[in-house]
């Protein structure tokens, strides 16, 4: 007779953002107290639906938290001159203590101008250089927002990361390649595999992991016939249906494998964003 599979813990990002906004709340509170009022910046440059749905979800956050942000919205015809001078302006300001430029930004923007120009002491994405370079020597300061809700989150669920097998599919540098960084930082340590479109067995690489990442944005990439049993896995990357719903890269018979998983929707963008405002935090504090 077959044991029944005990169902997959689920790894819900959404509860532990919903605390650490909690946790938050009261920093903000002392920090006012002591006459530190934490502000940030946000700019969108033009109007991408996406985008500008994830902008208003970290304004809310602020409203919950008690944090005061500027929403700065500019034509999607803006130059990277004209962007420059506002990032400009932002960084010379003492009384805004971050700023985040939302990509992906409009074709005619450099955008590696335009993140290099924004101050690594202001930069509550994490995505400047110089802070992914410390983050590379191995003395993180401001954390990119997404690895370090992925960390956060198996961290939480009590998941071991020391020693283990970690395949992440995606290089990107907002996520996979910062996030194979900071799993394999001394003092978490985990093996880590890189995977993307010039490696040679994807599927074989993943079934050796005890934690799958998936950050590419292929709609159910991860299927259970690749993942270990008791493995965790999180999806990062999503799609869109032609229906216009949001597709995870993983499948949803991964569950019937997996001993952790991340729900279809929202567990590590809400993480994300809780992120962006603990190094916020983390700025106004200093």
């Known amino acids: 007779m077959t044991t029944p599979k005990t169902p997959a813990t689920v790894l819900d990002g959404e509860a532990l953002a919903a605390r650490l906004r909690r946790e938050m709340a009261a920093q903000v509170a002392g920090l006012r107290a002591c006459g530190i009022a934490p502000k940030m910046v946000t700019v969108l440059v033009g109007d991408d639906p996406a985008s500008a749905t994830y902008i208003g979800r970290k304004h809310a956050d602020c409203v919950e938290v008690g944090i005061e942000a500027i929403d700065l919205r500019l034509p999607s015809d ?98 996979g390649r910062p996030l194979a960084m900071l799993l394999s930082a001394k003092g978490i340590d985990a093996t880590v595999t890189l995977l993307h479109s010039g490696s040679r067995d994807i599927a074989e690489d993943v079934r050796r992991a005890d934690i799958v990442i998936a950050a590419l944005g292929q709609p159910s990439f991860v299927t259970a016939d690749m993942v270990k049993p008791g493995a965790a896995v999180v999806g990062v990357g999503i799609s869109y249906g032609t229906d216009g719903s949001m597709v995870s890269d993983v499948a949803a018979d991964v569950t019937d494998v997996a001993g952790w998983v991340t729900p279809p929707q929202g567990s590590v963008g809400a993480l994300t964003r809780a992120m962006l405002l603990r190094n916020l935090l983390q700025i106004a504090a200093a």
């Open 78 to 175: 803006t130059t990277t001159e004209a962007l420059l001078e506002r990032i400009a302006a932002v960084n010379a300001d003492p009384a805004i203590h971050g700023l985040m430029v939302q990509l992906p930004l409009p074709d005619q923007i450099d955008e590696i101008r335009v993140m290099t120009a924004v101050s690594p002491a202001k930069d509550i994405d994490g995505l400047h250089p110089q802070n992914l370079g410390l983050l590379m020597a191995g003395k993180p300061g401001l954390l990119p927002c997404t690895p370090a809700a992925i960390l956060a989150l198996l961290q939480d669920n009590a998941f071991p990361l020391a020693g283990r097998r970690v395949a992440i599919i995606g290089r990107g540098q907002l996520v």
